[in-house]
Every structure is written in C-alpha cells, then in structure tokens.
C-alpha cells in the first residue's frame, strides 16, 4: 500500500485521519481508482478503524472518495471533462477575486508568496510542488469563511490539485515554467497591476490546463 505522510498538527483521531488522507488525494499521493482499505490504514496510521471510517463518509461528501457497496471506498478517478469544467469556471471566477484582494493585499501575504514561490524553484517531488502550488494560489484570495467566492474557488482549487499533481509526473518541466508565471504574478500583486494580475491569472489557468490535456492517461 502507498506509504502516506501524515500532517504534524492534529486535534482529534478522526482530523487526523481526515487531513492525512485527504492530502493525500489532492497531492496525487492516493491516485485515482486506489482502494482505501480501512483496516490498513487505521493500521499506517496508528489508529482504530472508527475514526477511518468517519473519515472516509466526509472524503465521500467532498467528492474526493467514491463509496463503493463492492469495492468499499475507493479514491474517485480522474475525469477530463470534469477537470475542464473545472478549469472553465475558475477561469470565470478568478478574475472576479483578483479585483477584491488586490486593493486590500498586504506586504505580509506578499512576503508569504514570495516564501514559497522560493521553495517551488526547488522542484522536489510533485506531491510536494503541488501542495505549495495550492498555497501559493491560496494567498491571493479572501478567507473562505468570510466569502462565499473565497469557498467556492477554494473548492475549485481542491478539484484540480490530482490533474496538477498527475500533469507534473508526465511533464516535470512544467514545474520550471509555471515558476515563471507565478514570478510575473507576484510581481502584477507588488505594483498593483489589476489587469496584469487578471491577464497572468487567466493565461497560467490555460496553460495548466493545456498540459493536463496533453498528458491526461488515455481511457483503458
């Protein structure tokens, strides 16, 4: 079974096993079609198979986790529709949050992109660059407990991490090239060029898209 690395901070078993496995779905970890047995993970993780299970019902309520009445739960397969449907609304939506935070954007938040744009040139393994990826995106947006634009694309984001994840296996120099763009993005946020942010925002959208498209497995 696929060795998963747990989160450092955790409250509850049942978080635990939920933040845990969920990383692992959406930084390509858990690849799609993957059985999640719950007795080997409560033993991975060191835990009973309670809080695996409640963990398991919420992954299925995100729809990051298929519930199967034969196979049990297994990790939902990646779709290239979906992804494009994903692709196609984000690139609605996120001009509409680049013109909400980049009036109120603050040199902390900047200082933070600029952290992890840092360690993204490092490209290390893809799981690793995909979830730095998810944060450094994450910087420029509203809190998703105060906005509901914030929620819906934090959602959106989520849905596309595994085509990230997946795309940068195929082509690892697509890591090197979305540096680029997100160095020209945070520099449109330093001199609060909107419509620069807006522009870069949407043509990073596209690129990645093209390279999931490019490289998505054909159907078996």
Not at 19 to 41: C, D, I, K, Y
Not at 188 to 197: C, E, Q
Not at 200 to 208: E, F, K, P, V, Y
């Amino acid at each position: 079974m696929t060795r998963i690395a747990a989160p450092r901070e955790t409250r509850t078993a049942h978080e635990f096993v939920y933040n845990t496995l969920r990383a692992a779905v959406l930084n390509g970890t858990l690849a799609g079609g993957a059985r999640l047995v719950q007795s080997e993970l409560a033993q991975q993780l060191g835990v009973s198979t309670t809080p695996v299970r409640e963990a398991l019902r919420d992954l299925a309520t995100e729809g990051l986790v298929v519930l199967d009445p034969h196979r049990g739960a297994v990790v939902r397969s990646l779709d290239l529709e979906e992804v494009r449907e994903v692709y196609e609304l984000r690139m609605t939506l996120e001009p509409l949050m680049v013109r909400r935070v980049a009036a109120s954007m603050t040199d902390e938040k900047l200082e933070r992109a600029a952290e992890l744009h840092r360690q993204m040139a490092d490209p290390r393994d893809p799981q690793t660059w995909s979830q730095l990826n998810r944060d450094f995106h994450a910087l420029f947006s509203e809190s998703a407990e105060n906005s509901r634009l914030a929620g819906i694309l934090a959602s959106l984001r989520d849905s596309a991490a595994p085509y990230v994840a997946m795309s940068l296996v195929a082509r690892p120099e697509q890591a090197a090239q979305a540096n680029a763009e997100h160095a020209e993005l945070l520099d449109a946020y330093r001199t609060g060029d909107v419509d620069r942010a807006i522009e870069l925002t949407l043509d990073h959208l596209r690129a990645t898209l093209r390279v999931i498209e490019e490289h998505f497995p054909p159907r078996p």
